[in-house]
């Protein structure tokens, strides 16, 4: 099984599904742990951030009723959902990181050399994604609660990380709507972030072009759904023992994970920035070295035989072939 032509497959359903599926009256709910904006006004289901980002916004003693009971069971449903599929909804059915593989292959159709970050770099970074997280939190706390006595943060500061996310701006040209391509002079603030988020778009279409997965590197949501990487009914195992350190895998990788190919003692390897493409398992040579598993069940193993196929070679043309 090419398990990359499978994911493309999942990965354009899902964008249909995210993108259109208000015009088929399909509607899953504004708690998924994926960016299918809020802004795109048929979407089949919308992303968690900008509700969470909303019901922050309130005095804190109005968590204590009627608030605090629905962030509570907004939470729940988000995190049911992160739970099912683990960071599978990164990989396979969010709507940004499709059009970001899409841009990768047009990168790879023109011959572009891929760009990738050196160690030092990549883990110096990588903490972005959760400071924007911190953020996204503590700013809507504060536009209705003032903290060490400081003054309240003015609502114009209201769901900061969805100003400034390009996903705002790009899925709704999809539907038509080009209305969030612009800079809003209504206020310093909302000049100053719009202005960001517009960098940002420019951003996210020359970086394509250079390195894979960019944007998903900073995402708050793959930092949230970081909190459910080990109890996920969706994972991925290694068998360090197997692994002959060929680095397949890492450089299949498109988030660079290194970790993948020098670990030898953790099995469970959904890393924070693993978005469980599974392309690891499939680029693998060496027999249970890598498998991924639902429930415990394996779905999905690292095998030869699989590799050479996949390869367009059997067993016995590449005996041949060593041998020679």
Same mark, same amino acid.
């Given at each position: ?201 420019? $951003? ?17 949501? $793959? ?102």
């Amino acid at each position: 099984m090419k398990v990359y032509r499978l994911r493309i497959a999942v990965q354009a359903i899902s964008f249909i599904i995210l993108i259109y599926g208000g015009l088929f009256y399909i509607d899953m709910g504004n708690r998924m742990p994926t960016f299918s904006c809020a802004y795109v006004d048929d979407r089949g289901g919308g992303c968690f951030l900008i509700g969470f980002q909303h019901m922050l916004s309130r005095p804190f003693g109005e968590f204590l009723g009627d608030a605090g009971i629905r962030l509570l069971k907004a939470m729940g449903i988000f995190a049911l959902w992160s739970i099912v599929l683990n960071k599978a909804w990164c990989g396979w059915i969010c709507p940004f990181g499709f059009l970001q593989d899409m841009l990768s292959k047009i990168r790879s159709f023109f011959d572009v050399d891929l760009s990738r970050f050196g160690w030092i770099t990549r883990t110096r970074y990588k903490s972005v994604k959760y400071i924007f997280l911190v953020l996204l939190i503590l700013i809507p706390l504060g536009i209705a609660n003032s903290f060490f006595g400081l003054e309240k943060i003015p609502r114009d500061w209201s769901v900061p990380f969805c100003q400034i996310c390009p996903a705002r701006v790009i899925l709704p040209v999809f539907n038509g709507d080009f209305s969030q391509i612009h800079i809003d002079f209504s206020s310093n603030t909302t000049m100053v972030l719009t202005t960001i988020v517009m960098v940002l778009v420019a $951003l996210f279409f020359t970086t394509a072009f250079v390195k894979r997965r960019f944007f998903c590197s900073y995402c708050p949501m $793959l930092a949230l759904l970081s909190l459910f990487d080990k109890i996920g009914l969706l994972s991925l195992k290694k068998n360090g023992q197997r692994c002959t350190r060929c680095g397949n895998c890492s450089r299949a990788c498109p988030m660079e994970i290194r970790e993948i190919e020098e670990e030898k003692v953790l099995t469970n390897l959904v890393t924070q920035d693993c978005t469980l493409c599974l392309r690891c398992v499939e680029v693998c040579p060496e027999d249970k070295a890598l498998e991924t598993r639902f429930c415990g069940i394996p779905i999905f193993t690292a095998s030869q035989q699989g590799f050479l196929k996949r390869q367009g070679l059997d067993e016995e043309s590449h005996t041949n072939k060593n041998g020679a």
